[in-house]
């Protein structure tokens, strides 16, 4: 059982920064693709960006690709979400999710795996 919390969040003005960071215990850190997934209100969970098993590879998606910046610390068992010229598009909640095959790391149904959530507010 993998239990995961999220910290960091707040609010930030329009083109600010903010450094979101998940921590992983109750299994083997390295075993787990790690996501990050977002969902403003009425919308559907969507994907962010995700880390491979291996810390090699990392996914993002088109809206975030260039500002968003995902990572992690073996030492630490945490993943972390830089993101950089943040916009109101970008306020949700924010949500670490991680699972252990990395075959939809996109999907948030195949995720067995979540965080609390934590919300992001980009306004000035």
């Known amino acids: 059982q993998v239990q995961l919390v999220e910290s960091g969040g707040g609010t930030v003005q329009p083109g600010g920064s903010l450094r979101l960071s998940c921590a992983a215990s109750g299994g083997t850190f390295t075993a787990y693709y790690y996501s990050w997934f977002r969902q403003a209100p009425g919308k559907g969970r969507e994907f962010v960006a995700a880390?491979?098993?291996?810390?090699?590879?990392?996914y993002y998606a088109d809206s975030v690709k260039g500002r968003f910046s995902i990572s992690r610390n073996e030492t630490k068992s945490t993943v972390s979400l830089q993101m950089n010229k943040l916009n109101p598009e970008d306020a949700a909640v924010y949500y670490c999710?991680?699972?252990?095959?990395?075959?939809?790391?996109?999907?948030?149904?195949?995720?067995?795996?979540w965080g609390q959530g934590i919300q992001v507010t980009v306004s000035s």
């Open positions: 999710g991680a699972e252990p095959s990395g075959t939809k790391y996109y999907s948030p149904s195949a995720y067995e795996y």
């Open positions: 880390l491979s098993r291996s810390g090699a590879a990392t």
